[in-house]
């Protein structure tokens, strides 16, 4: 596999039905062009990922989004003009050039437009090679499925270095900026309902459609089952009251918490964030951190739920339940 700062390394490789290891602002994630089931079928693959979990299609700009999905209602319009580029998702009804491929067999299709620059590039160079404007990178989340998901391209390597292909490419973007998935919305009702909570809030949405949520969906999305985004160390939940009461003379277990919490004596710090947006950046490194420190458990003090902080609960409850 080549490691390369170049997207049109990236873009080549994509349009010859290759796969590319992708920065977004979000995580890193295994692209492989939307329109090919056989470089789809690779992703699955290197990802042990089951073939009824869908994936997203990664377009470069709203107008391409309109070759993947359809009926498309008002609300929708107005999230993607808010929010794209951005870390949005949108899931709406497929058109036939979206596959049983990219959408685990169902009658629908989730799209998002990246605001990561190189992965605009790629997108922008796909463009060029293929001719075709509306051009779509499927790319779940580039590590094992269930696991924690990659914010750099050394965590990339580490995941998928060894099934990755001498044609593949891994394209180093630096560190995810925001660092947990993106939010994903389904769009296909006549409310907006949240499948996966992200940097753009339920707030967010309700305010930009002027609509209140609903409160369930039957599409199934990424990274919603219940055991999900976890390492080796098993992941515990504690409030900070509870936290300080803790003694531990192993150095096997690990904190991760808002920087005013303070650490047990005898636990090792993995990382004191100073925000909720910097905790959410941090998240999944600190927990690839505690299996590099080879620490048997993770005592995690989760922020409150508002922002972005809605989503780093929702992560470290599925880091939390063992399947």
Not at 211 to 220: E, F, P, Q, T, Y
């Amino acid at each position: 596999m080549l490691t390369t700062a170049d997207p049109a390394a990236a873009a080549r490789a994509l349009a010859d039905g290759h796969l590319a290891a992708l920065p977004t602002e979000t995580v890193y994630g295994l692209g492989a062009r939307a329109d090919l089931p056989h470089a789809i079928a690779r992703v699955y693959a290197a990802k042990g990922r089951p073939a009824d979990h869908p994936l997203i299609v990664h377009v470069r700009d709203a107008a391409a989004s309109l070759a993947w999905a359809a009926d498309i209602p008002d609300y929708a319009r107005a999230l993607a003009h808010a929010f794209w580029p951005g870390p949005l998702t949108l899931v709406a009804r497929r058109t036939d050039r979206a596959g049983d491929s990219i959408t685990g067999g169902q009658d629908t299709v989730a799209v998002r437009v990246s605001s990561h620059p190189a992965m605009h590039a790629v997108l922008d160079a796909l463009v060029e090679l293929t001719g075709d404007a509306s051009i779509g990178v499927a790319a779940p989340s580039a590590n094992r499925f269930g696991r924690v998901s990659p914010t750099t391209a050394e965590h990339v390597l580490a995941e998928l270095g060894d099934v990755l292909g001498d044609d593949d490419v891994l394209l180093d973007g630096g560190s995810s900026s925001v660092g947990v998935e993106s939010t994903i919305v389904d769009c296909t009702g006549p409310l907006p309902v949240i499948l996966r909570p992200g940097h753009v809030s339920a707030a967010d949405v309700e305010r930009v459609t002027g609509l209140s949520l609903g409160a369930a969906s039957d599409v199934r999305a990424p990274g919603t089952l219940a055991s999900h985004y976890a390492p080796r160390a098993r992941v515990l939940l504690f409030d900070a009251d509870t936290l300080a009461a803790r003694k531990n003379d192993n150095a096997t277990t690990g904190v991760l918490a808002l920087a005013d919490v303070p650490t047990p004596e005898g636990h090792v710090r993995l990382s004191a964030p100073a925000t909720v947006d910097d905790y959410a950046r941090v998240l999944y490194a600190a927990l690839r951190e505690a299996d590099a420190l080879e620490l048997t458990t993770v005592l995690a003090v989760p922020p409150a739920a508002t922002g972005i902080g809605a989503a780093v609960i929702d992560r470290l409850q599925r880091a939390a339940t063992t399947s």
